[in-house]
């Protein structure tokens, strides 16, 4: 039987692949999808509780999740590009104008 | 017991892919992995009942958001490979650790905490929620949820506007 836990597990799981993109790989667009990964854990678990407790809010907020994810890879993308423009590179390890 | 299955195969999908996104060399293939990551996370959604969401999964994020990444692996001429300079201080093994770590305690407190042991989720199959999901969805966004929803389409705005400025090779 399918229990909520299930679905957390299912999440959780599909989160820290995420993460572990994030704090693993070099290329910057791979960054970026792994936070795409991370949002879509979110949703999964927010659509889980709102089939468990037969309410629609949670779907609701699903689709302001999937607003703002739209909104931070458009803005993301354009950084990107704006920085590929400048430096000629998209590895984070060349990236540190601001840190020294 | 067809809901087990599918929920397995779903998930072994789901997971599979998202491993394969961030493993994978070519970034153009990354992308390609992604696609088919949002396409099995809309048919958990199908699986949940969100059928609204599982459309706007397809559309936003398998349609607009992926062509938008493709634009920049194509715009981005990737001559020299990103992955073959690395800074001395940089721990990859460590990250992958931490993740592990981050996992397990998830793992334990969702299994032992008692997080939702005790329902069943196929309890309501054909629920108000289920059949009419479109209605459902529109009133709370639309009534409930108003301003939320024109906040929502503000920053929609403004991150139109900042993308454009940014990407805008000088104004």
Known sequence: MITPTHYMLLSAALFIIGVAGVMMRRNIIVIFMSIELILNAVNINLVAFSYQLQNGIGQVF??????????????????????????ETINIDEMNLMRW | MGEAIAFY???????????????????????????????????LYVLLTAQFLAVIQVLVYAGGIVVLYLFVVMLVNLKRPPEDHSAPQRRGWLGFALSGV????????????????????????????????????????YADYLIPFEVASMLLLVAMVGAIILAKREL
């Open chain 2, 102 to 141: 981050v996992l397990a305690q998830l793992a334990a407190i969702l299994v032992w905490g008692g997080v939702g042991a005790a329902t069943d989720s196929s309890a309501a199959q054909s629920s108000d929620l289920a059949l009419n999901n479109v209605e459902r969805i529109g009133m709370l966004l």
């Open chain 2, 9 to 43: 195969v779903i998930s072994a999908l789901i997971l599979g892919f998202a491993v394969l996104v961030v493993s994978t060399r070519s970034t153009v293939h990354a992308v390609l992995f992604l696609v088919l990551n949002f396409l099995a996370v809309a048919a």
């Open chain 1, 62 to 87: 699903a689709i302001f999740v999937i607003a703002v994810a739209a909104a931070e890879a458009a803005v993301g993308l354009g950084i990107i590009l704006a920085f590929y423009r400048n430096k």
